[in-house]
């Protein structure tokens, strides 16, 4: 089994940075970072393959956002900088072992997930 611990999440005004981090316990295999608004699906933010050589990055973070991860620690990492408000929402980590590079943004297949850390972007 294993267990998403988030972190990182917060308060901040538009055009300021945070980071986000999840660790995971047990084997690696490849993570993600989700978004959900109220009303809203949850959307794919980032993804990173098991050996970090692969990444997903949404169009609407794309030049914003990196997505990294320490392969030692076992640590997914979301830098996010130049927040706008509509970055404001609860972000979630997730992991799978069912994932393929072709599917690294699709939430159905990612089998854990974290409690979610909420992001609160003021203009």
């Known amino acids: ?5 988030e972190s990182g999440g917060g308060s901040v005004q538009a055009g300021g940075s ?3 981090a999840c660790r995971a316990s047990g084997t690696r295999m490849y993570m993600g970072w989700f978004r959900q608004t109220p009303g809203k699906e949850r959307e794919a933010v980032a993804a990173i393959s ?3 050589h692969y ?3 949404a169009d609407f973070v794309k030049g914003r ?3 990294s991860r320490d392969k030692v620690d076992n640590i997914m990492y979301l830098q996010m900088d130049a927040l706008k ?3 404001t929402a609860i972000y979630y ?3 799978s072992q069912r994932v393929y590079t072709s599917t690294m943004s ?4 990612y089998d854990f997930w974290g409690q979610g850390t909420q992001v609160t972007v003021s203009s």
């Open 1 to 5: 089994q294993i267990q998403l611990e």
């Open 18 to 20: 945070l980071r986000l």
């Open 50 to 52: 098991t050996g970090g």
């Open 55 to 57: 990444t997903y990055l």
């Open 65 to 67: 956002f990196t997505i």
């Open 85 to 87: 408000p509509d970055d």
């Open 93 to 95: 980590c997730a992991a």
């Open 106 to 109: 699709a939430a159905s297949q």
